[in-house]
């Protein structure tokens, strides 16, 4: 893939010229002539009706911008994307700006003119320090995760106990309500209904608790031969009475070349029930599409679960992998399903990315490597 870059420079003649020559270096560039444009580009907001480019990687910023200067943009920049890197250019008599420029985030600063070479170089540079630093977070993330999936193994086996002996007791007092001999039919059914809470309340117990198992990597580890696009079908298979219930349309879309992948097929089972679930809740009472997608492309099976629900909001995003962290109702969400997901792909070697626009729906991106599985160690 591409390099992705927005060069950003009020001159219009130099900008269009330097665009070529790094396209003709094999990046791929977008041009902005003010720093409004660069934000609207690089900062997309949620009402934006254009549909979002890729991600742009590195941004190079003139310093001498009209309205927003460079160092603006850069401030804005960093505030909301910081895994985008910028490189600042500027003239000699700049070189002050372009070092508080380095202050504020920018990876480096090129003198103008540009040597075109010294410039992709450059770009390429940021582009690895880019990929360091988010290789970096994962790690972090994972290991979180890993922390958080021991502890929440070992309080589901604490909770499973006392959820057991409540099933077992309650069983037996419906039995003994069927035997006794209750005039009062009212209280009658007063106590059987709150014999049913119970049960209820239990097998919501035992939900959570299995999924606190998943987050501890308790679930079938066997490797086999699977065609992933066949797992995904079949999730949507499993909801199509509720979808049916909830007014949503289903659909899907597969490559035919799909290649076969040799993994655990219950790791991909539960990614796949765990995110159409989770779109199906995001459209409850207002109906929509719920569509999976899948193609192979750069050594990659790349899967994509999108709905037209509520959306997730801007504040909300950065941490729906929160172990815990739910946009439903109390009681509607557990908070692990996406945390799940993430650490099941992790482990696999691949990742899952969500996009989101609230009123317009939900993206969730899962891929992972064409090449063999290999089970962790240890």
Not at 67 to 92: C, F, N, Q, W, Y
Not at 220 to 230: F, V
Not at 239 to 253: N, P
Request: aromatic residues 4%; negative net charge; glycine residues 8%.
């Amino acid at each position: 893939m591409p390099d992705r870059v927005l060069l950003v420079d009020d001159e219009v003649d130099f900008a269009a010229l330097l665009a070529e020559r790094l396209t003709a270096r094999g990046l791929s560039v977008a041009v902005a002539h003010d720093g409004e444009e660069a934000l609207r580009v690089l900062c997309p907001k949620p009402d934006d009706a254009r549909p979002a480019p890729d991600e742009v990687e590195v941004a190079v910023l003139d310093v001498n911008l009209p309205g927003k200067s460079g160092l603006d943009v850069l401030r804005e920049l960093k505030a909301e994307r910081p895994h985008i890197e910028a490189i600042m250019l500027t003239g000699a008599a700049e070189v002050g700006t372009a070092v508080t420029g380095m202050k504020l985030g920018a990876v480096d600063y090129l003198l103008k003119p540009v040597d075109v070479d010294v410039l992709v170089m450059a770009i390429r540079q940021a582009k690895a320090r880019r990929a360091e630093k988010l290789a970096g977070l994962r790690m972090i993330e994972t290991g979180k995760l890993a922390v958080v999936g021991s502890l929440a193994e070992g309080v589901a086996h604490e909770i499973n106990n006392p959820v057991n002996i409540m099933f077992h007791e309650a069983g037996w007092m419906d039995d003994l309500l069927s035997d006794a001999d209750i005039a009062d039919k009212d209280l009658l059914r007063e106590l059987r209904g709150a014999v049913s809470r119970i049960l209820t309340q239990g097998r919501r117990c035992r939900s959570i608790t299995a999924k606190l198992l998943s987050l501890g990597g308790r679930i079938d580890p066997r490797p086999q031969r699977i065609r992933p696009d066949r797992l995904a079908a079949a999730a949507l298979k499993a909801v199509k009475a509720r979808a049916r219930s909830m007014s949503v349309k289903l659909g899907s879309d597969f490559a035919r070349d799909m290649p076969e992948l040799f993994l655990p097929p219950a790791h991909l089972e539960q990614v796949f029930s765990h995110l159409v679930d989770n779109a199906l809740d995001a459209m409850e009472d207002r109906g929509g599409e719920l569509r999976i997608t899948g193609r192979c492309e750069d050594g990659k099976v790349v899967f994509v679960v999108s709905d037209t629900g509520l959306g997730i909001s801007p504040a909300s995003l950065p941490r729906i992998f929160d172990p815990f962290f739910s946009t439903k109702e109390v009681g509607k969400g557990s908070g692990l399903g996406l945390p799940i997901c993430r650490g099941i792909m992790t482990n696999l070697g691949g990742d899952v990315q969500v996009e989101s626009e609230p009123g317009r729906g939900t993206s969730v991106t899962v891929w992972l490597p064409v090449e063999p599985y290999r089970p962790p160690k240890g």
